[in-house]
């Protein structure tokens, strides 16, 4: 997983193909995103973030509140679903 994380690609591919998983199995859109901010809130806490595309999803989760949080972390599925899907 670390090494996954050290590249932006491959991290957004990776979280794109699972969120497509998660859809194709019928998981409601509300909880892939309640996943997703926990996902983010638990690398916020525990991981150094590896390149700088992660940094500044580090600093601007460091600074926003939990709403915001949620909001960015729904941002972050747009983001690899309309990668996925081009």
């Known amino acids: 997983m670390m090494a ?20 194709a199995t019928g998981m409601a859109d509300n909880v892939i995103k309640e996943t997703a901010y926990q996902i983010g809130d638990y690398l916020a806490k525990n ?11 580090s600093d601007l989760w460091s600074v926003a509140t939990e709403q915001e949080q949620h909001a960015l972390a729904n941002m972050v599925v747009k983001l690899v679903q309309n990668k996925t899907i081009q």
């Open 47 to 57: 991981v150094d973030p590896k390149n700088e595309q992660e940094r500044v999803l």
């Open 4 to 23: 996954l994380l050290e590249n932006w690609q491959k991290w957004t591919n990776f979280l794109g193909e699972n969120v497509m998983k998660a859809q």
